[in-house]
């Protein structure tokens, strides 16, 4: 049954109780429906960041940098991006894909910059502004801590 709050808009409350189903069901994290202009995602508990999928990359994929040299502190750099929980990390959605970003990539705010696992959730990190990406500080499949430095976007 759809209700029609105030806004205008339509809300299937059967088919989004249905997903939450399917959620329980598969024990994934999240679910995305799309028809036509109607868009409906429905995510279990948890912090998650909502960005758009980026479009498929023909470049290749280059080695992320080494990590940080000892003694430099990129934290406090202005186009670091942080991660916002402890995970693990990935650089691609799956690992026969293309990474989302790589070193000399120009990405926009919003895009897809890595993914990080926690709790069996793939939580995608959003690009906080639009710049080149000019470093990718952490390697595919690696721990990530809270406020750790991922990617400096410049």
């Known amino acids: 049954m759809a209700k029609e709050p105030k806004s205008g808009l339509k809300v299937d409350e059967?088919?989004?109780?249905?997903?939450?189903?399917?959620?329980?069901?598969?024990?994934?994290?999240?679910?995305?429906?799309?028809?036509?202009?109607?868009?409906?995602?429905?995510?279990?508990?948890?912090t998650s960041?909502?960005?758009?999928?980026?479009?498929?990359?023909?470049a290749p994929a280059a080695a992320p940098a080494a990590a940080a040299p000892a003694g430099e502190d990129l934290s406090s750099h202005p186009g670091a991006v942080a991660s916002p929980m402890v995970g693990v990390c990935y650089l691609s959605p799956d690992p026969k894909s293309e990474p989302f970003c790589t070193e000399g990539d120009t990405v926009k705010e919003g895009d897809?910059?890595?993914?990080?696992?926690?709790?069996?959730?793939?939580?995608?990190?959003?690009?906080?502004?639009?710049?080149?990406?000019?470093?990718?500080?952490?390697?595919?499949?690696?721990?990530?801590?809270f406020g750790e430095p991922l990617v400096i976007i410049e």
Do not use: H, Y
């Open 112 to 145: 897809t910059l890595l993914l990080i696992e926690a709790m069996k959730v793939f939580n995608p990190i959003a690009a906080l502004k639009s710049g080149t990406v000019k470093r990718i500080l952490v390697s595919d499949g690696t721990p990530v801590e």
């Open 49 to 58: 960041v909502v960005a758009a999928a980026p479009a498929p990359m023909a």
């Open 14 to 46: 059967d088919l989004i109780r249905k997903l939450a189903g399917l959620l329980d069901e598969t024990g994934l994290g999240e679910i995305e429906i799309e028809e036509g202009d109607s868009k409906i995602r429905v995510s279990r508990g948890g």
